[in-house]
Nanobody, 114 residues
Framework: QVQPVESGGGLVQAGGSLRLSCVAS????????MGWYRQAPGKQRELVAQLTAGGRRNYDDSVKGRFTISRDNGQKTVYLQMNRLEPEDTAVYYC????????WGQGTQVTVSS
């Protein structure tokens, strides 16, 4: 089973930026629609950004205009560029397919201070 590896989280002040990365050792990576998810304390995991295999991007309203999802199929990596971060973005961020078909990785913690 595939287990992605996320990295790039950290502590940042409100208004700052972070770039998350996720590597998945899987064949035919380009065929998968990918998603970034986050889980804040006491809340359910939610999908915040999606990038289909065909290149269509969808974002949750809470991050639209601030976050950008992209991918490098040759590196089997998906990225999440997060700008103008807000304290409400504090969460553990995970990547998975957009149908949650893989095991969940460890995630990467993002903490935004006010």
């Amino acid at each position: 089973q595939v287990q992605p590896v996320e990295s790039g989280g950290g502590l940042v002040q409100a208004g700052g930026s972070l770039r998350l990365s996720c590597v998945a050792s899987v064949t035919m990576f380009s065929r998968y629609g990918m998603g970034w998810y986050r889980q804040a304390p006491g809340k359910q995991r939610e999908l915040v950004a999606q990038l289909t295999a065909g290149g269509r991007r969808n974002y949750d309203d809470s991050v639209k205009g601030r976050f950008t999802i992209s991918r490098d199929n040759g590196q089997k990596t998906v990225y999440l560029q997060m700008n103008r971060l807000e304290p409400e973005d504090t969460a553990v961020y995970y990547c998975n397919t957009d149908s949650k078909g893989w095991n969940w990785g460890q995630g990467t913690q993002v903490t935004v201070s006010s």
